[in-house]
């Protein structure tokens, strides 16, 4: 019922910046959550950030407080995640989701996923 398309990763130096983008379609971009995962080989997949249906409430991982930060733009049904200060270990393949649960730090949470942009940190 909702697709969703990420792109913005890329290879950058440890220190400089990306902005990830997720278009979404299909249904009613504003009545979901929105969450960030990533994805680095032979780990889980681990929350990044995540922002309620009306922007009212938002999170982040300790691991990117300070650093990163989520917004939508619900008139062009788009969520992005502003990465600075970037570290090797931010290395991971990044995944949008799209969801209704209330507990948005968990997969679970999640009912749409996109297939994810690799982003690369080199020290």
């Known amino acids: 019922q909702v697709q969703l398309v990420e792109s913005g990763g890329g290879l950058v130096q440890a220190g400089g910046s990306l902005r990830l983008s997720c278009a979404a379609s299909?249904?009613?971009?504003?009545?979901?959550?929105m969450g960030w995962f990533r994805q680095a080989p032979g780990k889980e997949r681990e929350f990044v950030s995540a922002i309620s249906w009306n922007g009212g409430d938002i999170y982040y991982a300790d691991s990117v407080k300070g650093r990163f930060t989520i917004s939508r733009d619900n008139a062009k049904d788009t969520v992005y995640l502003q990465m600075n200060s970037l570290k090797p270990e931010d290395t991971a393949v990044y995944i949008c989701?799209?969801?209704?649960?209330?507990?948005?730090?968990?997969?679970?949470?999640?009912?749409?996923w996109g297939q994810g942009t690799q982003v690369t940190v080199s020290s």
């Open positions: 299909g249904r009613t971009f504003s009545s979901y959550s």
């Open positions: 989701a799209a969801g209704s649960g209330l507990r948005l730090r968990v997969v679970s949470a999640y009912g749409f």
